[in-house]
């Protein structure tokens, strides 16, 4: 017999990038007195990696817990990049409720609908958090307009048009019901959640299921599954059967041997838990995602969608250039492959292949942003290594046609960039769908673009909109293939000789287009060094020094002026590099360098 367990809510936090998730959990964990009083507490405390620090951005989705009149409210923080969508997809499985967070400015955002399509699709109710309400531009009544339509253009069902809205700015840390409040601290959104969030239900008496929807890693105990406990108990030294709804063959006898429960940021060891209960489980070698834990009687597996397959393939390759193994720890194609098949035990939208040469591996992935945390991730635990050009993975139809990934681009500029912006997307083989201009001076554009379009686009829309425009992305499935295009208007500025970059060589370089480097580097010969202000590579001497005459002081050189080089990020290099380069990613450079680094070699592949 199923029963509720009232003592008990689970709840996603679920938004758009930079809607204030994380920043809403902090003021959740402090309020519900997880932190002492004169505990010194870092700002968005969930986003444990420096890379989701540093960006501003959640990449990995978080389970904490926080207690608010004896009931343990599980939160889980969801992150809000297209990217990392099937984390989204997966933890909703263990929710009975959502929070969707919207900017009181902003209002509906793209991430914004493909979440919600799938907490309706899942039938979950919602709590519709306005955030930031004490912005000065922020505009409440509009936004809540903008999200009804969305509800109904979702065809979402009666119950769930009739949704809460709590209006909050998680930056002061309080919540109120209705604007004409005087808002005090966050209760009126706990006591949303315990009214409007059902509590889990399932039946104690039934054999076990647990589904693991998560899946955490630590170097001591390897993976960590993470689930929600649907039917019977868990406890510890338990025999159970691990089976997959998706894998039909797979019926693997374990042994619980750790089980643990989430409290405020820790992880607390329980010997048993109930229906409802979030729980972490260690011991299982080669548990993944969408497994269930039965009990040996009964094992039947739980549904579980599919993940999301990726869209997006580069080469790893080991790095071969003259400077290999001067600056990394791990630079082996042995240690490349240990590295990205360890990635796979926590990333499930990754795939990794090897090839027919064992110096190179075709790493698949959901877009760039998911490859490039993959690079950045990789460099600073001291790895070494070269990287292709992002390409898209075709697909073919039953007729043989060739079909492309599509995504929907929607684009916030001002008035004055919407045609380059019109101009340059078209280029890529863009169909503009909608556009609509807002009092504030800004133009709303939809596009229905090639995924390979957006490829090495988003530096150039930064420069067209001189960093004023936003640019979001959601993949919309796939399409017949809409015909070639050119990646790259500009060649490349190519060092002639390896040696060490001097003023004197630079100089007339830099009259050629725009450099990556300054004096006093070390070059190779192969080396990408700038960009070409026209459409083909020249190759330069950048290492040439002025010969010294007796007519000529030495001094006479002091007052060539470089112009300061445009140090490239990781990102920006990944957008330039063309299908014909590559590159070079050590823990202290990006470099960019031709594929092939001897000119001759290189002309005679071109011919």
Not at 21 to 36: A, H, I, M, N
Request: glycine share 8%; charged share 30%.
């Amino acid at each position: 017999m199923k029963i509720q367990r009232e003592d008990i809510r689970n709840i996603a936090i679920i938004a758009h990038v930079d809607h204030g998730k994380t920043t809403l959990v902090d003021e959740l964990l402090k309020q519900s007195g997880v932190f002492r009083a004169n505990q010194d507490v870092a700002e968005r405390v969930m986003d444990s990696n420096d890379i989701e620090r540093e960006r501003g951005i959640t990449i990995l989705s978080k389970n904490t817990a926080v207690y608010y009149k004896n009931t343990k409210i599980n939160i889980i923080d969801t992150p809000g990049h297209a990217d990392f969508g099937g984390e989204v997809e997966r933890v909703l499985k263990m929710v009975n409720g959502v929070i969707l967070v919207v900017d009181a400015f902003e209002g509906a955002m793209p991430q914004t609908k493909f979440v919600l399509r799938k907490a309706l699709e899942l039938q979950l109710p919602v709590i519709v958090c306005i955030n930031k309400i004490d912005r000065p531009e922020s505009r409440p009544d509009e936004v809540i307009d903008e999200i009804l339509e969305l509800f109904i253009d979702l065809d979402a069902s009666d119950e769930q048009l009739d949704c809460p809205f709590v209006y909050a700015s998680a930056k002061t840390g309080h919540a109120v019901l209705d604007l004409t409040e005087t808002p005090e601290n966050m209760v009126p959104l706990f006591e949303t959640i315990l009214d409007y969030i059902p509590a889990p239900e399932g039946d104690p008496e039934a054999d076990t299921q647990v589904l693991i929807s998560t899946i955490d890693y630590n170097e001591y105990v390897g993976r960590i599954g993470v689930g929600k406990v649907d039917n019977g108990t868990i406890s510890v030294n338990q025999d159970m059967v691990v089976v997959n709804e998706h894998d039909p063959d797979k019926r693997k006898k374990v042994k619980i041997s750790k089980l643990y429960e989430f409290d405020g940021l820790n992880k607390v060891e329980v010997k048993e838990a109930g229906i409802g209960s979030i729980v972490a489980i260690s011991g299982i070698s080669d548990i993944s995602i969408g497994d269930t834990l039965c009990s040996p009687e009964n094992p039947v597996a739980i549904p579980f969608q599919k993940i999301s397959e990726p869209t997006i393939a580069m080469q790893f390759i080991v790095n071969d250039s003259p400077f290999a193994g001067l600056e990394g720890k791990y630079v082996t194609s042995r240690h490349l492959r240990e590295r990205l098949f360890r990635e796979l035990n926590t990333d499930v939208s990754l795939r990794v292949e090897e090839s027919e040469n064992t110096d190179s591996f075709r790493v698949s992935g959901r877009g760039e942003l998911h490859l490039s945390v993959l690079i950045e991730n990789m460099r600073r635990e001291g790895y070494e290594f070269a990287v292709s050009k992002a390409e898209v993975l075709y697909k073919k139809d039953e007729e043989g046609k060739l079909l492309e990934p599509i995504e929907t681009a929607y684009v916030d500029v001002p008035d004055e960039f919407t045609g380059t912006v019109i101009d340059k997307l078209s280029q890529r083989k863009g169909e503009l769908c909608s556009m609509s201009s807002s009092n504030s001076g800004y133009t709303r554009l939809e596009f229905s673009i090639p995924s390979r379009g957006l490829i090495g686009y988003r530096g150039e829309f930064l420069t067209d909109t001189k960093g004023n425009g936003i640019l979001n992305t959601a993949f919309d499935g796939y399409a017949l293939y809409k015909g070639d295009f050119q990646y790259r208007k500009q060649g490349s500025l190519i060092a002639f000789e390896t040696g060490e970059s001097v003023t004197y060589g630079l100089n007339s370089a830099q009259e050629r287009g725009t450099l990556f480097i300054g004096a006093g580097e070390k070059v190779y010969a192969g080396m990408v060094i700038g960009q070409n202000g026209k459409a083909e590579d020249i190759e330069l001497n950048v290492c040439k020094a002025k010969h010294l005459t007796n007519t000529r002081s030495s001094g006479a050189d002091d007052a060539l002026r470089l112009t300061a080089p445009h140090i490239l990020s990781l990102e920006e290099a990944l957008d330039f590099i063309d299908t014909d380069e590559l590159l070079e990613v050590t823990p202290k450079s990006l470099r960019i360098r031709k594929k092939i680094l001897d000119s001759k070699m290189r002309k005679r592949g071109i011919k």
